[in-house]
Nanobody, 125 residues
Framework: VQLQASGGGLVQAGGSLRLSCAAS????????VGWFRQAPGKEREFVAA????????YYGDSVKDRFTISRDTGKNTVYLQMNSLKPEDTAVYYC???????????????????WGQGTQVTVSS
């Protein structure tokens, strides 16, 4: 599966952005899809995931109650709606996918096999 992330940009603190992760080559319904982010000098951080079986969602502590992950099976796209953005949300955001059934490792980048190219999100104060 090939992943294409888009939707990043520059936004003021308190604003919103919606990121998209479009898949080609396979049906997203068969994959667990995650969003990660990486700021300069920091490790890649788990943001959110949409699990392949049942569609349960998971969030990192720093984004819980502000970000929402969702899937549009008709468009084969996973979205990350980001509200109440903070300067510390500034990072390159990556979407990733795996066809394996993962739960205990869902928050680890190493659990995902396919990665998109990343999209920059910059939040100004």
């Amino acid at each position: 599966v090939q992943l294409q992330a888009s939707g990043g940009g520059l936004v003021q603190a308190g604003g919103s952005l919606r990121l998209s992760c479009a898949a080609s080559g396979s049906n997203f319904r068969d994959y667990t899809v995650g969003w990660f982010r990486q700021a300069p000098g920091k490790e890649r951080e788990f943001v959110a995931a949409f699990r392949r079986n049942g569609g349960r969602t998971y969030y990192g502590d720093s984004v819980k109650d502000r970000f929402t992950i969702s899937r549009d099976t008709g468009k084969n796209t996973v979205y990350l709606q980001m509200n109440s953005l903070k300067p510390e949300d500034t990072a390159v955001y990556y979407c990733a996918a795996t066809a394996r059934e993962i739960l205990s490792t869902l928050r680890l980048p190493s659990a995902y096999y396919y990665w998109g190219q990343g999209t920059q999100v910059t939040v100004s104060s």
